[in-house]
Every structure is written in C-alpha cells, then in structure tokens.
C-alpha cells in the first residue's frame, strides 16, 4: 500500500507536471514520436498493401515476410541503430532516430498486412459485377473494396498505434524521452512514486489509445457490414 | 566511436563461450515462456470455445494486456518478486495469451462439421475424436500461434535485461554495449536476437510438416487480433 500512496503522492505533486522533465511535455514526446512513427509508416505500408491486395501481385511477399519482419525486436532494432545514426547527426541521432526508426519498423506488419487482407478479402464477385457495370480500376479500389476493407484497416491501424504507444516506452533505455523516462529514473533513484508514476502514465496511455481506436472502429463501420464482426 | 571498427571481431573471438552462455539463457528464457503459455492459453482457448459467450472478454482482457508496456510490466514486478525469474517470466508468459488462444479457438473452429459428424459415424468416443481428429486438423493454426508467440517472445526476452545481468539473454549485450558505447557487443546482442528468432520460425514450420505432412502445401498465416 505503500507504492500506492508514493504514486498518488508523485503523480499529485505539482511540480512533476511542469517544466522540461514535466509530465505533459515526456507524454507530448511520447504522443509525437508515436504519431509520426504511425504516420511515416502508414504512407508506406498502406498503399503498398492496398495495391498488393487489389492487384493480387507479389501476394506472397506479403505473407511470407510479415512473420520475419516481426522477428526484429524493437529493443535490439533500437539499440543496433544507435552506432549508425549517431555517425549521421551526433544529437539527434543518439535521442530520436534510433527510437523513432524503430518504431516505423514495427508498426509497418500489422499496417501492411491488414491493408492487404481487408482487399484480398472482398468478394471477389462483387469486383466482377462492379468491373461489369464499367469502374474504373480507382473507383471499385476506392468506392468498393475500402470502404467494405475499412474495419480491417482500422483494426491494422490501431493494432499499430497500440503497440508502438507500448514500445517506445523502451526507447527511455536508450536516449529518448517520453513517459519510459519517469520508469528509467525511477529505477535508477530506488524512487518507488516515480517509477510507477511512469508505469501508471504509459500504461493509461496505452490503454486509453486501445479503447479509442475500439469505440472509433464500432462508430466507422458501416450499418450495413455491422452483424459480420472482421479482424 | 570514431576509428574504431563497427564490429571488433578479435572481442567476439574473445567471448565465444559467454556469447554461447547468453544464447543459451535466451533460449531457455524463452523456451519456458512459450510452453507456460501455451498450456495457460490452451485452457483459456478450450473455456472459449465451450463457453463461447467468453471469448469475447478472454480476448479483450488479453489485448488489454498485451498493451501494457513490457518495460512497464518487468519493472513492475520488480517490487512485487524483486528480481527474479518470477519477474522475467510472468511478463513473457502473459504476452503470449493474445497471440496463442486466438489461433488455438481458430484451429478448432477450422475443422469441419461434416468432418465430426462422419467420426461420430465411425463411431468414435468423444475423447477419441478430439485426440483423432480435431487435433491434427487444428495442428496448422495453433503451430502458425507458437510460431507468432515464439518470434515475439525471443524479441521481449531482450527487454528483461533491464532486469540487471543476470537476466536479458542477449539482450544483455544490447543494454551493456549501448552502455559501453561499444558497438559490437550491440551488433552481437542484437544480430543474434533475430537470428534466435528466425531460426525458431523455421523450427516451427518443420514442426508442423512432420506432424501434418498432408497440410505441408498449405502453411496457415495465423490470425492477427491484436
């Protein structure tokens, strides 16, 4: 009972939420590393899933790599990185990079991987019948197949927002910020408040962010789709 | 780091035997992992599909903890089991629930009605039929589970490092060499990580051809939930 009350205690003190180891600028960090890790990632994974999925071309690609893809562990991605980034900007290089990279490494499967299969698995008649009525190619891509794609999306997306809200906690070992930071300190000071202050603040965010995309992804789909549950 | 070589192979030469012993200890790490899992998830999956009205929530709890960052757990449990196998394994356990029971509930689910219905033709017990028949035709989905659970475990078995030298694997060279700014050690920590990893994949791709050389064409993908 003691680390409850040294958390509310740490999490209450006034002082923890302002200045440049305060806790709205590590959960800012935090937030836009992950949103622009997500960002980067889905400009690429996205399209290219998207047209492997309607082109049926280099299928295999997809679901051969995607397993070995997610051999690469984000603690040693991170930590390989740093030897070479750091050659390319001593700075940013040691704080971001590593950590950032990382994290487009690991939200890049469930992205692809879900853009492809929310394709691949439209009825393959309705893309007849729409190909019969005279679509283009575009339209049966972007007025049929995604929109009957979109909770697979969704679920890719958040899948992927999810997991790398969870993962670039561990960049805290290795130079970035963001919330992992108060877990690092915390360790290191014996500081029980502090450390589970941090575990609390990554743990609701991350939490908070799966429950977001959850009532996002009941509200996107579409009234038709709704008694076929996909994921 | 400048001037020095990215990887210094005389240190590798050097530390063949502790390299082999972290390899080991990931390996082992791992290994326990995946089997308490496994045999925590298959309880779960087998609750699941008897009582369906479950899954939903086993799922969603699942997902809720899968979410919770491994850095976060493993520090944790710190002050709960100090630093302990207890803490570098319940982390690695639990993680693996969100990618075993859902392939586990698939696999069963794969195995066609008609199927069960000429095995209680033939005559089969109910035990028999489970033993007989719904376990091979399930082998592709649950080993295409293991294989997702193993390839993650190996990668979070890196994390446990944080847990001091004891524990981490090779992820131990990952922290250390990070520390030391040393290069090579990260490479060798990290490099061989993913190589674990790999070569676990592939062990579970084998796995599953001897134990269902009529399904060897068709290799399962595995159900995502996540």
């Known amino acids: 009972m003691q680390i409850v009350a040294a958390t509310i205690q740490w999490l209450a003190d006034p002082a923890h939420w302002q200045g440049s180891n305060g806790i709205p600028l590590r959960l800012g960090e935090h937030v836009a590393l992950s949103g622009l890790s997500l960002l980067l990632a889905a400009l690429v994974a996205m399209p290219l899933g998207l047209w492997i999925g309607h082109t049926g071309r280099f299928s295999w690609l997809v679901v051969s790599s995607a397993n070995a893809w997610r051999a690469l562990p984000s603690f040693a991605v991170i930590g390989l990185l740093v030897p070479f980034t750091t050659l390319l900007d001593p700075n940013l290089g040691f704080i971001l990079y590593p950590t950032l990279i990382a994290m487009i490494v690991l939200a890049g499967p469930p992205l692809l991987v879900n853009s492809y299969q929310g394709v691949a698995g439209v009825d393959r008649d309705l893309v007849e019948a729409a190909r019969g009525m005279g679509m283009s190619e575009r339209q049966i891509l972007f007025d049929l197949e995604m929109p009957i794609a979109l909770p697979v999306l969704a679920t890719g997306l958040r899948s992927a927002a999810v997991q790398v809200i969870a993962t670039a906690t561990l960049g805290a070992t290795f130079g970035f910020g963001g919330l992992g930071h108060y877990i690092v300190l915390g360790d290191a000071n014996q500081d029980n408040g502090e450390l589970f202050g941090g575990v609390v603040l990554v743990a609701a965010l991350a939490l908070g962010t799966l429950a977001m995309f959850v009532l996002l992804e009941r509200r996107l789909a579409s009234p038709g789709l709704a008694p076929r549950t996909a994921g | ?226």
Do not use: C, K
Not at chain 2, 89 to 116: K, R
């Open chain 2, 1 to 226: 780091m400048s001037g020095e070589p990215l990887v210094r192979w005389d240190w590798v030469g050097a530390h063949i035997g502790p390299i082999l012993d972290r390899l080991g200890q990931h390996l082992y790490l791992a290994v326990i992992a995946v089997s308490i899992g496994f045999a925590i998830s298959f309880g779960l999956a087998a609750v699941a599909i008897r009582r369906r009205r479950l899954y939903p929530l086993v799922t969603l709890i699942a997902t809720a903890v899968y979410t919770i960052p491994s850095y976060a757990l493993f520090a944790t449990l710190v002050v709960f089991s100090g630093l302990s196998i207890v803490t570098a394994e319940v982390p690695l356990v639990l993680y693996t629930f969100i990618l075993l029971v859902p392939n586990i509930v698939a696999g069963f689910d794969s195995v066609p009605q008609d199927v069960l219905d000429a095995a209680d033709g033939m005559g089969y017990t109910a035990g028999q039929r489970w033993w007989r028949v719904e376990l091979p035709l399930a082998v592709p989905l649950v080993v295409a589970g293991l294989r997702l659970a193993a390839v993650s475990t190996i990668g979070l078995v890196t994390v446990s490092a944080i847990l001091g030298d004891r524990f981490g694997g090779l992820g131990y060279y990952i922290l250390e060499g990070y520390h030391r700014t040393f290069p090579t050690e990260i490479l060798v920590g990290g490099l061989l990580s993913i190589a674990l990893a790999v070569a676990a994949d592939l062990g579970f791709v084998l796995l599953q051809r001897l134990l269902t050389p009529w399904a060897a064409a068709r290799l399962a993908p595995g159900v995502a939930v996540r």
